[in-house]
């Protein structure tokens, strides 16, 4: 692995919430009540969690992003300065509250809903504002919490500058060849396949983007093909606990080790290892690594 002494720069356009964790002895069943043993917020949002899991990694980070003009906002603004993300592009609106995000959690498994609410409005607008600071990035990274027309508007902006992109394609929903095309990694999990890509199979899709689509599971695994054979990566440790953020921590990572200029086998093993890392600790950024904590 290579680390060099300069600081990539990246922009993360997406999403943030407070998060709601219930911790249960089961998963609820439909028109079924169970008894949380233990409950606690955490900063979350996938767009969030890649701004200060790069952040953590060493990178210079600038996050866009719409919080609502509350409490719950301030706390999210508060957090991520004292992340050292730069909030010179967040906005506020009065139109929907902050984000939230209610998670059910039972022996590693998860059930989790998400209300956007402040994140919907994040527009093209606030993309263009953040217009001068798109030429001189080294990456741009984008989810699926924010309006599919904002993701589309942010990775057009970014090749038009012919800045790298990153796609953490969750939660899934059915992305253009447009937007395929344009992003140079695609980060999905491994039963949400056929919700981007249709009903071809994992191999097939792998294939026909080989080196861009890196498909993940609950194992901390991530699979890819190379051109010429499939690759396999697990980080599976017994301390894997907590599996919130892993998919996050992993874009992280791959991220931060791609603006490095490493292989792509690299940028997955690290990937790999920052997101077995973050499963720790409770919470999507709770256990998120620094980069001390590699050197």
Do not use: W
Request: aromatic fraction near 10%.
């Amino acid at each position: 692995m290579n680390f060099s002494s300069e600081q990539p720069k990246i922009i993360v356009v997406g999403s943030s919430s407070i998060d709601l964790v219930l911790e249960t002895e089961k998963l609820p069943q439909p028109n079924e009540t169970v008894l949380a043993v233990n409950s606690d917020s955490y900063f979350g949002g996938k767009g969030a969690n890649q701004a200060v899991g790069t952040a953590r990694l060493g990178a210079s980070v600038y996050f866009v992003g719409c919080v609502g003009m509350d409490p719950l906002g301030q706390q999210i603004m508060r957090n991520l300065v004292s992340e050292n993300v730069n909030v010179g592009f967040v906005h506020e609106t009065d139109r929907e509250a902050t984000g939230t995000a209610y998670v059910t959690t039972s022996n590693g498994n998860a059930a989790i809903v998400v209300v956007p609410a402040a994140n919907n409005y994040l527009s093209i607008e606030h993309i263009d504002e953040a217009d001068r600071y798109f030429h001189t990035a080294d990456l741009v990274l984008v989810q699926l919490e924010v309006a599919m027309k904002t993701v589309e508007y942010t990775v057009r902006k970014a090749k038009k500058y012919g800045r790298k992109v990153g796609l953490y394609a969750s939660p899934a929903m059915k992305i253009s060849e447009e937007l395929i095309e344009n992003v140079d990694f695609i980060v999905a999990k491994s039963n949400e396949l056929y919700i981007l890509f249709g009903e071809e199979q994992r191999e097939e899709v792998l294939k026909k983007y080989f080196n861009k689509v890196f498909v993940r599971d609950d194992t901390n695994s991530t699979i890819y093909f190379d051109g010429t054979e499939m690759k396999y990566f697990r980080n599976d440790k017994d301390e894997t606990v907590y599996k919130m953020g892993m998919g996050d921590a992993f874009t992280s990572g791959f991220a931060v080790a791609l603006c490095h200029g490493n292989s792509i086998e690299d940028c997955v093993k690290f990937g790999n290892e920052v997101s077995s890392r973050v499963s720790g600790g409770k919470g999507s950024q709770t256990g998120l690594p620094r980069m001390s904590d590699f050197l």
